[in-house]
C-alpha cells in the first residue's frame, strides 16, 4: 500500500513529527449531515491568545518557569487579558496548544494534565479563567498522538469530548499529526464534532481539517463548515515577514474557493496573530492587523502580554480594525487586483460601508505613492455617490468626502499597508450579493 507524507512542513521542522497517510479511496461515513455543527458560536471571528507560536512545547519549567506550559503562565495571561484592557475590547479565549497533557491517559481511559506542571488540573484552571470573565480553549488530536507525541484522540473522540466539556473548556483545537488515513482523518473531525455537540456544552470547535486533506484530496469546504466553527488552510505561521506574505499569497491565490464559504458560525484560519514578538517591523504588523481583519480571520494572538510593548498593544487593541474583524454582515474579505507591487484588498461591512487595505509589498526603497480610482472599490459600489473616507491604519484621521469618480492618492512604507473605512453619504440601496456572486 502506498503511503504519502503529508504533515505541513512547520511542525515536521519543530516537532520532528510523522504524520503517514493511505492513500484509500473516501467512502461516507454514515455519520447524518443533520447533525452536523449547528453550536450558535463564533457568528464573528473568536479572539483571543493561543501559546504555541510564542511558546512551542516547551515544558521545562525548572530552569525556564516564566515561559513554559504550565498552569502558571494561563493564569498570568488570565489576569494580564482581564485587567490590561484585553478583555474589554474582545479577545475573551485563553487557548492551550500542545504538551499540556500527561504521557498517558488515566486508569479509566481519560486524558489528563501533566501533574507538575498544572497541579490544579484543567478544571482548576478552566475555574481561574471564568472568574476573570474569560474563557478557556484546549488542544487535542484527531489521530494516534499529538504532533508532540502526546495521546491522540483516535478511539477516545466521545470520552474525550465528554472530560473537555466536564472540566469546562470552552474552545477545542483540533490537529491532524499521526492519522493513518485520509478516511480516519475526515471521520474523526467529524465524530468529534458530534461528540462535542452531545455534550450540551458551548464548545467552540477549531479545526485543520483542510491542511491535511489538501495533499492529497481537494477540500469539500461546504461540509467542513458543517462541522467545524473555524478551519485551518494554511501550515502554521512564524514570526516573520516571508510567513506572513506567504499565508496572504495563499489565500488570494485561494480565494474563489475559500471566500464565499466564510460566515457567521464558520471562518477560514490563517493562524496566529505574531504582533507583539521579533520578527516583524512596525509597518508589517500594521500589515497583519490591517489583513487579518480584511479577511475576517480570527484574532488569537500568540505572544506574551506580560512584556508586549504600548505600540504592539496599541495596534492589537485597536477598536476601529477590531470592528472591521467583527463586522457583523460577515463576508470574508478578498485581494481585488495586484500590480505595480501593490495590492488592494477590499471587504463589504454592514450599512453598505467598506474597507480597503492597499499594501506595499517593495522590500527596498522608502514610501511609495498608489492612486486608486473610488469607481473601482467595491464593484463600483462603495462611494457611489459619494462617500467619507477614514484612515485607520497606519495612522487615525479622517480623509474627508469623495464624489464617486474621484481618485484617492495614498503614501505607504515598504511592506506596509494603508487601511481605509469608506462609508456611503447617501441611503441608496443596493445589494452585497454581487460581491460574493462574482468572486
Request: one cysteine or more; charged letters at 20%.
Amino acid at each position: 500500500m502506498m503511503t504519502a507524507m503529508v504533515r505541513p512542513v512547520s511542525r515536521v521542522l519543530r516537532l520532528g513529527c510523522v504524520l503517514a497517510f493511505c492513500f484509500q479511496v473516501l467512502v461516507p461515513c454514515g455519520l447524518p449531515g443533520a447533525w452536523g455543527l449547528d453550536n450558535g458560536l463564533a457568528m464573528t471571528p473568536t479572539m483571543g491568545w493561543l501559546h504555541w507560536e510564542r511558546f512551542m512545547c516547551n515544558v521545562n519549567c525548572q530552569e525556564e518557569p516564566d515561559s513554559c506550559i504550565s498552569e502558571k503562565l494561563f493564569q498570568q495571561i488570565a489576569e494580564i487579558m482581564a485587567s490590561d484592557g484585553w478583555k474589554d475590547v474582545g479577545y475573551e479565549y485563553i487557548c492551550i496548544d500542545d504538551c499540556w497533557m500527561a504521557p498517558e491517559r488515566d486508569s479509566e481511559g481519560r486524558l489528563q494534565a501533566d501533574p507538575k506542571r498544572f497541579p490544579g488540573g484543567i478544571r482548576h484552571l478552566a475555574d481561574y479563567v471564568h472568574s476573570k470573565g474569560l474563557k478557556l480553549g484546549i488542544y487535542a488530536d484527531v489521530g494516534n498522538k499529538t504532533c508532540a507525541g502526546f495521546p491522540g484522540s483516535f478511539g477516545y473522540y466521545d470520552i474525550d469530548a465528554q472530560t473537555f466539556a466536564d472540566w469546562g473548556v470552552d474552545l477545542l483545537k483540533f490537529d491532524g499529526c499521526y492519522c493513518d488515513s485520509i478516511q480516519h482523518l475526515a471521520e474523526g473531525y467529524k465524530q468529534m464534532s458530534l461528540a462535542l455537540n452531545r455534550t450540551g456544552r458551548s464548545i467552540v470547535y477549531s479545526c485543520e481539517w483542510p491542511l491535511y486533506m489538501r495533499p492529497i484530496f481537494k477540500p469539500n469546504y461546504t461540509e467542513i463548515r458543517e462541522y467545524c466553527n473555524h478551519w485551518r488552510n494554511f501550515p502554521d505561521i512564524y514570526d516573520s515577514w516571508e510567513s506572513i506574505r506567504n499565508t496572504l499569497d495563499w489565500t488570494s491565490s485561494n480565494q474563489k474557493i475559500i471566500v464565499p464559504v466564510a460566515g457567521p458560525g464558520g471562518w477560514n484560519d490563517p493562524d496566529m496573530l505574531v504582533i507583539g514578538n521579533f520578527g516583524l517591523s512596525r509597518d508589517q504588523q500594521i500589515t497583519q492587523m490591517a489583513l487579518w481583519a480584511i479577511m475576517a480571520a480570527p484574532l488569537l494572538m500568540s505572544n506574551d502580554l506580560r512584556s508586549i510593548s504600548p505600540e504592539a498593544k496599541a495596534l492589537l487593541q485597536d477598536k476601529d480594525v477590531i470592528a472591521i474583524n467583527q463586522d457583523r454582515l460577515g463576508k470574508q474579505g478578498y485581494q481585488l487586483r495586484k500590480e505595480d507591487n501593490f495590492e488592494i484588498w477590499e471587504r463589504p461591512l454592514l450599512n453598505l460601508a467598506w474597507a480597503v487595505a492597499i499594501v506595499n509589498l517593495k522590500e527596498i526603497g522608502g514610501p511609495r505613492s498608489y492612486t486608486i480610482n473610488l469607481t473601482s472599490l467595491g464593484r463600483g459600489l462603495a462611494c457611489n455617490p459619494n462617500c467619507l473616507i477614514t484612515e485607520l491604519l497606519p495612522e487615525k484621521r479622517k480623509l474627508g468626502f469623495y464624489e464617486w469618480t474621484s481618485s484617492l492618492k495614498t503614501q505607504i512604507n515598504p511592506t506596509g499597508t494603508v487601511l481605509l473605512r469608506l462609508e456611503r453619504t447617501s441611503s441608496a440601496q443596493f445589494s452585497y450579493s454581487v460581491v460574493s456572486d462574482s468572486l
